[in-house]
């Protein structure tokens, strides 16, 4: 590997840096660069779902999440996504709602409810309409500047849309490390914020580790073979629809190749 350190924006990294109960500094400090909560919130952050080594199975590609409660019984989940994945959006809301009903149980005591808030962060465009690169959503209504309820909150981060320029908030400082590709990245982010270096000198220490290392390439080869099978499955779809003589217009949306991949198949001898 020609790196010395290990990707951040890896899920399984990412977890070991945020969501090991040992981390809980680095964890608080990223929270609170992302979202609006009273200052006392964060006098407890609790992870739900802690990262243990020994109950990872190196075999299975599952979602790597970090599930957090703060002092007054918040929930938060948060996740990384490097590959564009399908339904997003809906698979967020989905587990938003789950979260609420979770609380709720079987008695329907609505009282208890707490906030559920999701922070995604994508190494892709997730938001197409917008060139920001933080965006919280809630239930509300725009024509009349309303909201309606924050019970379900959605922050969405996408590394992409991070401008070269610092903007003054710690917030960059975080996404710049998560999308950091080169030695000096983490140097010049450690410098700028005390917060960020002790998670800069976390992933250097689970970069030194032999263990941590084969599980980050058992893991990468998982999500290889994993995209390989999904596009063999895209492309033999793809195949099958020019046989039946679809237009190459509606090939394209039904399977998301490009035009010149469905060109390529046109031509080649099968």
């Known amino acids: 590997m020609d790196k010395k350190f290990l990707s951040p924006k890896s899920d399984l990294i990412f977890k070991l840096l945020f969501g090991d109960e040992r ?3 680095i964890l608080t400090a990223f929270l609170k660069a992302v979202l609006r909560l009273p200052k006392e919130d964060y006098d407890e952050v609790i992870i739900v779902n802690p990262f243990l080594l020994q109950e990872y199975d190196g075999d299975k590609l599952g979602i790597l999440d970090v599930k ?3 002092k007054s019984k918040k929930v938060i989940d948060i996740e990384i996504q490097v590959k564009p994945t399908t339904e ?3 698979r967020v809301l989905f587990y938003s709602s789950k979260m609420i009903t979770e609380q709720v149980g079987t008695g ?3 009282q208890k409810i707490k906030r559920v808030i999701s922070i995604i962060i994508t190494d892709y465009a997730l938001i ?5 690169y933080h965006h919280r959503f809630t ?3 725009y024509e009349n500047n309303v909201e309606f309820t924050d019970i379900i909150e959605v922050n969405t981060l996408e590394l992409t849309k991070v401008p070269q320029t610092e903007d003054g908030t710690e917030l960059w400082n975080w996404l710049k490390f998560l999308s950091a590709e080169r030695e000096e990245d983490l140097d010049m982010i450690a410098e700028k914020s005390p917060q960020v270096k002790k998670a800069v000198v976390r992933l250097m220490e689970l970069s030194k580790d032999e263990k941590t290392r084969m599980m980050y390439e058992s893991r990468q080869k998982l999500e ?3 995209q390989a099978r999904e ?4 492309v033999a779809i793809a195949k099958n629809l020019l046989a039946m003589n679809i237009p190459v217009d509606n090939i394209i949306s039904a399977t998301g190749l490009t035009s010149d991949e469905i060109y390529e198949l046109q031509n080649a001898d099968y």
Do not use: P
């Open 23 to 25: 981390s809980n500094e």
């Open 68 to 70: 957090v409660k703060t």
């Open 88 to 90: 997003m959006k809906e």
């Open 108 to 110: 329907g005591k609505f």
């Open 128 to 132: 197409a309409e917008s060139e920001k």
């Open 139 to 141: 239930l509300y209504d």
């Open 224 to 226: 290889w073979d994993y």
């Open 231 to 234: 596009r063999a499955a895209v």
